[in-house]
């Protein structure tokens, strides 16, 4: 490479560097791999295996597991609640949607003992005209899993947050916070 493609290069790394700049790029999703998922109490684990495409759902005592259930499926997005009976799986792109998303595509599947329960579209939680265009998708908001009682939460780009009861999918509360940035 010649010199002065390299300065031109630097210049241009410098200044999408500079602050105030905002850059509107988004970062690729990580390859699967196995995980796992704890529910708040620590007694009980999901693990994800994508190599199987099995989630299994165990009961931990020490360094024994114990096998509950199992369901077909990786999840890049799930949250296990204290029961272990209830896991609530997110949308694969996290908080990304793809441009072509429709009002009755899924952004949350509320499933018990891998029986799918319940679901909510991307119309139970947020507006389609309140997303955010990101360089490639929309940004719709972030899921904030499982609180001490026991209720899945979401907090939209409109500034809302929802909880729903992991045993039925139902909206149980909602409320106005400040806009997420």
């Known amino acids: 490479m010649n010199t002065s493609r390299i300065r031109f290069v630097l210049f241009l790394a410098t200044v999408a560097c500079l602050p105030g700049k905002e850059v509107s790029a988004d970062t ?33 005592d020490g360094n024994t597991r114990t096998k509950l259930w199992a369901m077909p499926g990786w999840y890049r997005v799930a949250f296990l609640a204290d029961d272990a009976e209830h896991l609530v799986i997110g949308h694969d792109g996290i908080n990304l949607l ?36 990101t360089a490639s998708h929309y940004l719709w908001g972030e899921y904030l899993g499982i609180d001490e009682d026991g209720r899945f939460c979401v907090k939209t780009v409109e500034g809302k947050r929802l909880w729903f009861d992991v045993r039925s999918g139902k909206q149980v509360l909602s409320a106005v916070t400040a806009a997420t940035p």
């Open 28 to 60: 690729p999703l990580p390859p699967p791999q196995r995980k796992e998922v704890w529910c708040g109490s620590h007694h009980y684990c999901a693990v994800m295996d994508p190599r199987l495409r099995l989630t299994t759902v165990y009961k931990v």
């Open 98 to 133: 793809p441009t072509s998303i429709e009002n009755s595509d899924i952004l949350a599947y509320f499933v018990r003992k891998g029986e799918v329960v319940a679901t909510a579209t991307l119309a139970d939680i947020v507006e389609k005209s309140h997303l955010r265009r």
